[in-house]
């Protein structure tokens, strides 16, 4: 056969012999397509198992210990991804017809990664600690008048004083502990014991070791996928985390290949990374905003006041220029995620009137100041006046030394001062202001963020009992409605009726003027590009990104169907 092709062939003309290799070659191209198409059909791709994933962290970790207050963010990181939350860990709940009794029903065959039992001891373990008032954990105030108590290995029986309308959240944010690793170990000592840096968990990641230089500063911990994970082992069956003292530093690794992915804290910064990356934003239930305290000024106890300066500012300008558009506006106590916002039609950006009505309030007299009336110029939105003697009111506007935040409150500085407000701008580090301006109240107004529950429970942020330090009513509102609503939203368990009332909890807040809602800003993950899996785009706290880290994965193999 070949004989007579080879024969044929030689007969060809020129012409003849180029139709001949191009209908092979293109005969040829369209059998591979035909292949490939067909090894398509009947194969499905997965994600391949294996390979390391690097986390990059600007600090250090302290306490991998759900037992002690985890302010640190890093740790909070490290616990998501070595710990599961007693939601994750309870295969269902029974609620009594009261909705006072719920009973947790553990998932059968849990193991702590050491390969110990997890029982109901370890969770009413944990939960004892956190509800020690001496032990000062962050979490007490949400376990307050709850009682644990247990039925069998499996099953725990919550008892509560009142029913609670988001218990189920307190659920996800309980992370148990270990009890045949802590019970014997005084709460005090806890912050001594090796497992604060050696964690046994029930998370998707285990610990393997960590390389600390001899000044005790640690560069890198070493995790490993943790067999006995409820949830399946983890395509990534390692996962380093690299330790940076500045992000500057960690961009540097990320563009050296070093890093697979971090949070990036300003979106200015995108310009900086080299390599081609996938840029994740992701919504948190946070905000910042100017809190007004009027016991420490005067002037602002006039709701027209408050309103004026809430007016002179224009959020889409500080999204556009200083975000960058990684943001949303905020126009009242609950972000647009959580279920009962509310749009706020009254929130309005016009500094012309925001200067008429500070004039109106203050009963300025235009007639007899002519610095004012000279300096001062109108269009359709804005009005400026000459820096001369001629305010109209002096604030003090008190701002964390962080590189967003400063330039939010000089930008706020600057429109007030256009509408007649002499502003003294004072930045202060995060730690000078939690550990002395918010404990003191000592501000008029302050720049700064709350980082809300993931539900409508707002009583921690307005109720008047959460006024003085560590309450997170940062504006001192007073107010028996407000009081009244915050507490029958919590215990109210009709969705319908809830709302209404989130619907009257809101416009009574924002009536108040106490508070200049700003924006939430975009929770920033660089990653390679490669990387698949990641699902979340809202999240309730930066740690939440690692919710499904057990997906994550960058290579795939094909099966067949």
């Given at each position: 056969?070949?004989?007579?092709?080879?024969?044929?062939?030689?007969?060809?003309?020129?012409?003849?012999?180029?139709?001949?290799?191009?209908?092979?070659?293109?005969?040829?191209?369209?059998?591979?397509?035909?292949?490939?198409?067909?090894?398509?059909?009947?194969?499905?791709a997965v994600p391949k198992r294996g390979?390391?994933?690097?986390?990059?962290?600007?600090?250090?970790?302290?306490?991998?210990?759900?037992?002690?207050?985890?302010?640190?963010?890093?740790?909070?990181?490290?616990?998501?991804?070595?710990?599961?939350?007693?939601?994750?860990?309870?295969?269902?709940?029974?609620?009594?017809?009261?909705?006072?009794?719920?009973?947790?029903?553990?998932?059968?065959?849990?193991?702590?990664?050491?390969?110990?039992?997890?029982?109901?001891?370890?969770?009413?373990?944990?939960?004892?600690?956190?509800?020690?008032?001496?032990?000062?954990?962050?979490?007490?105030?949400?376990?307050?008048?709850?009682?644990?108590?247990?039925?069998?290995?499996?099953?725990?029986?919550?008892?509560?004083?009142?029913?609670?309308?988001?218990?189920?959240?307190?659920?996800?944010?309980?992370?148990?502990?270990?009890?045949?690793?802590?019970?014997?170990?005084?709460?005090?000592?806890?912050?001594?014991?090796?497992?604060?840096?050696?964690?046994?968990?029930?998370?998707?990641?285990?610990?393997?070791?960590?390389?600390?230089?001899?000044?005790?500063?640690?560069?890198?911990?070493?995790?490993?996928?943790?067999?006995?994970?409820?949830?399946?082992?983890?395509?990534?069956?390692?996962?380093?985390?690299?330790?940076?003292?500045?992000?500057?530093?960690?961009?540097?690794?990320?563009?050296?290949?070093?890093?697979?992915?971090?949070?990036?804290?300003?979106?200015?910064?995108?310009?900086?990374?080299?390599?081609?990356?996938?840029?994740?934003?992701?919504?948190?239930?946070?905000?910042?905003?100017?809190?007004?305290?009027?016991?420490?000024?005067?002037?602002?106890?006039?709701?027209?006041?408050?309103?004026?300066?809430?007016?002179?500012?224009?959020?889409?300008?500080?999204?556009?220029?200083?975000?960058?558009?990684?943001?949303?506006?905020?126009?009242?106590?609950?972000?647009?995620?959580?279920?009962?916002?509310?749009?706020?039609?009254?929130?309005?950006?016009?500094?012309?009137?925001?200067?008429?009505?500070l004039q109106k309030a203050l009963k300025?007299?235009?007639?007899?100041?002519?610095?004012?009336?000279?300096?001062?110029?109108?269009?359709?939105?804005?009005?400026?006046?000459?820096?001369?003697?001629?305010?109209?009111?002096?604030?003090?506007?008190?701002?964390?030394?962080?590189?967003?935040?400063?330039?939010?409150?000089?930008?706020?500085?600057?429109?007030?001062?256009?509408?007649?407000?002499?502003?003294?701008?004072?930045?202060?580090?995060?730690?000078?202001?939690?550990?002395?301006?918010?404990?003191?109240?000592?501000?008029?107004?302050?720049?700064?963020?709350?980082?809300?529950?993931?539900?409508?429970?707002?009583?921690?942020?307005?109720?008047?009992?959460?006024?003085?330090?560590?309450?997170?009513?940062?504006?001192?509102?007073?107010?028996?409605?407000?009081?009244?609503?915050?507490?029958?939203?919590?215990?109210?368990?009709?969705?319908?009726?809830?709302?209404?009332?989130?619907?009257?909890?809101?416009?009574?807040?924002?009536?108040?003027?106490?508070?200049?809602?700003?924006?939430?800003?975009?929770?920033?993950?660089?990653?390679?590009?490669?990387?698949?899996?990641?699902?979340?785009?809202?999240?309730?706290?930066?740690?939440?990104?690692?919710?499904?880290?057990?997906?994550?994965?960058?290579?795939?193999?094909?099966?067949?169907?």
């Amino acid at each position: 056969m070949f004989y007579l092709l080879n024969k044929s062939y030689s007969r060809f003309q020129k012409k003849e012999a180029i139709l001949f290799w191009s209908g092979l070659v293109i005969g040829l191209v369209a059998l591979v397509f035909i292949s490939l198409n067909y090894y398509l059909d009947i194969t499905k791709a997965v994600p391949k198992r294996g390979g390391s994933y690097i986390e990059g962290l600007v600090g250090q970790p302290v306490y991998i210990n759900p037992l002690i207050s985890y302010s640190n963010p890093v740790d909070e990181d490290l616990i998501r991804l070595t710990f599961s939350n007693l939601d994750e860990l309870t295969d269902h709940y029974e609620v009594s017809h009261s909705n006072k009794i719920w009973t947790a029903f553990l998932k059968k065959d849990l193991k702590w990664s050491d390969s110990e039992v997890l029982k109901a001891d370890d969770i009413i373990f944990t939960l004892n600690t956190i509800q020690n008032p001496q032990n000062s954990h962050p979490l007490f105030s949400s376990w307050e008048g709850v009682f644990a108590e247990k039925i069998n290995d499996t099953e725990i029986r919550f008892t509560l004083k009142n029913p609670y309308a988001f218990l189920n959240d307190n659920f996800k944010n309980l992370y148990p502990a270990p009890l045949h690793i802590f019970n014997d170990i005084p709460y005090p000592n806890l912050k001594l014991s090796k497992y604060n840096l050696e964690p046994i968990g029930s998370g998707p990641y285990k610990y393997s070791s960590y390389i600390a230089k001899n000044t005790g500063y640690i560069d890198n911990l070493y995790l490993e996928s943790n067999p006995n994970y409820y949830g399946g082992a983890p395509y990534f069956t390692k996962f380093i985390v690299n330790f940076y003292k500045t992000e500057d530093a960690l961009i540097k690794n990320f563009n050296q290949k070093e890093v697979s992915g971090f949070n990036l804290s300003d979106p200015k910064k995108l310009e900086e990374l080299k390599l081609s990356y996938k840029k994740i934003s992701l919504a948190l239930p946070r905000y910042f905003a100017v809190f007004l305290n009027e016991k420490n000024n005067p002037a602002l106890k006039n709701p027209e006041v408050k309103k004026a300066l809430a007016m002179a500012i224009n959020k889409d300008e500080i999204i556009n220029k200083i975000y960058l558009n990684e943001a949303a506006k905020i126009d009242g106590p609950l972000p647009p995620q959580i279920p009962g916002y509310i749009k706020n039609e009254d929130d309005l950006f016009d500094s012309t009137l925001a200067r008429t009505i500070l004039q109106k309030a203050l009963k300025f007299n235009q007639l007899n100041s002519s610095k004012n009336s000279a300096g001062l110029t109108k269009n359709n939105k804005s009005a400026t006046i000459e820096p001369k003697d001629s305010y109209l009111l002096e604030i003090t506007l008190t701002v964390p030394n962080t590189p967003n935040l400063k330039e939010v409150g000089q930008y706020i500085a600057n429109s007030w001062e256009k509408v007649g407000v002499k502003t003294n701008l004072v930045v202060l580090d995060l730690e000078n202001i939690n550990d002395t301006i918010l404990k003191k109240r000592s501000y008029e107004a302050l720049l700064f963020g709350e980082q809300l529950k993931n539900n409508q429970d707002l009583y921690s942020f307005w109720h008047s009992s959460e006024s003085s330090y560590p309450g997170g009513n940062l504006a001192n509102v007073s107010s028996q409605t407000i009081d009244n609503l915050l507490e029958s939203i919590r215990q109210d368990l009709n969705v319908e009726s809830r709302r209404q009332k989130i619907k009257s909890l809101e416009k009574t807040i924002r009536s108040t003027y106490s508070t200049i809602f700003l924006v939430s800003p975009n929770y920033l993950y660089i990653t390679q590009t490669k990387l698949e899996g990641f699902n979340d785009f809202y999240i309730q706290s930066p740690s939440n990104r690692f919710n499904n880290v057990n997906q994550w994965y960058s290579e795939i193999n094909r099966e067949f169907n």
